[in-house]
């Protein structure tokens, strides 16, 4: 069964860049027709899905976020990462990897999230 | 974006209670209507896929149904461990939006 661990910094300063990665052991970020997406959790937004990548690198992102986010595969190390730049209070959120089976199924696998505050 | 609109809020029940809790589309997402479970510090947690479908572990009291823009969850005999936070999420388009949410709280 597949499982994914998210890990970075938990603090992050306003303007500055937001970077996550998130881990996937029990299944390959390669193969497959696997999903893999960064969604995040505040108090003011509820669940906000961010974007997500497929294999090969095709992406796609929420529009309300695409010109600040990116989200890259390291097929090496089995993991895949989030970039969010130019961070806001409203970035704070607890930040969660997870996966879908295609393009238009549930979420079935996810992190265990990571609390994100911006904050100087 | 399509809007989801989940209802109540939040929702008070005894164990052994069955309890509905409604999620309607802004517009039609076809069957492509999830909903998931969370509990406090916990990642949200898959219980119904394509608006009836168990996933798998997830007991049969459980049940969703609806198509197009208006869907349910039901959970009949609560039980002491399902008093959570639920979420609709709909899977039909990008962005992917989830409901805001409704608490199922003990009475």
């Known amino acids: 069964q597949v499982q994914l661990q998210e890990s970075g910094p938990g603090v992050v300063k306003p303007s500055q860049t937001l970077s996550l990665t998130c881990n996937v052991s029990?299944?390959?970020?390669?193969?497959?027709?696997?999903?893999w997406s960064w969604v995040r959790q505040s108090a003011g937004k509820g669940l906000e899905w961010i974007g997500r990548m497929y294999s090969g690198g095709i992406t796609k992102y929420n529009p309300s976020l695409e010109t600040r986010v990116t989200i890259v595969a390291d097929a090496a190390k089995n993991q895949f990462s989030l970039k969010l730049s130019s961070v806001t209070d409203a970035d704070t959120a607890v930040y969660y990897c997870a996966r879908a089976l295609s393009a238009a199924r549930p979420f079935d696998s996810w992190g265990q999230g990571i609390l994100v505050t911006v904050s100087s | 974006d399509i809007q989801m609109t989940q209802s109540p809020s939040s929702l008070s029940a005894s164990v052994g209670d069955s309890v509905t809790i409604t999620c309607r589309a802004s517009q039609n997402i076809g069957p492509y209507l999830n909903w998931y479970q969370q509990k406090p510090g916990r990642a949200p947690h898959l219980l119904i896929y394509?608006?009836?479908n168990l996933h798998r572990g997830v007991p049969s009291r459980f049940t969703g149904s609806g198509v197009g823009t208006d869907f349910t969850l039901t959970i009949s005999s609560l039980q002491p461990e399902d008093f959570a936070t639920y979420y609709c999420q709909q899977s039909d388009t990008i962005p992917y939006i989830f409901g805001q949410g409704t608490n199922l709280e003990i009475k």
């Open positions: 029990g299944g390959s970020i390669s193969s497959g027709s696997n999903y």
């Open positions: 394509t608006a009836s």
